[in-house]
Nanobody, 119 residues
Framework: VQLQASGGGLVQAGDSLRLSCAASGRTFSMYGMGWFRQAPGKERMFVAAISDGSTMYSNSLKDRFTISKDNAKNTVYLQMNSLKPEDTAVYYC???????????????WGQGTLVTVSS
């Protein structure tokens, strides 16, 4: 499975941004798709995950972020609204054979896309 994340950039606080993650290769092995983020000097943090019919979120982000997917395009999205400077991080998409928030259970990772939120 190959994952290509895109959509990051520099935005101002309060803006919205949508990240995309296009999957290719052995996509039939994917069951859960997730987004994680890693800010400078911090550990990688779970953001959201999706599988057929189910979604889950980090409690601190669920009111502003929405994960969705387009099965026909093998693409997962992360809609981020009301962005804050503390959302600045590299955002990674990942795929797993299960539906989980644990990064250790994700076998395939995209290259990451940088989101910078200015105040």
């Amino acid at each position: 499975v190959q994952l290509q994340a895109s959509g990051g950039g520099l935005v101002q606080a309060g803006d919205s941004l949508r990240l995309s993650c296009a999957a290719s290769g052995r996509t039939f092995s994917m069951y859960g798709m997730g987004w994680f983020r890693q800010a400078p000097g911090k550990e990688r943090m779970f953001v959201a995950a999706i599988s057929d019919g189910s979604t889950m979120y980090s409690n601190s982000l669920k009111d502003r972020f929405t994960i969705s997917k387009d099965n026909a395009k093998n693409t997962v999205y992360l809609q981020m609204n009301s962005l804050k400077p503390e959302d600045t991080a590299v955002y990674y998409c990942a795929s797993s054979s299960c539906y989980t928030r644990s990064p250790s259970l994700y076998a395939f990772w995209g290259q990451g896309t940088l989101v910078t939120v200015s105040s």
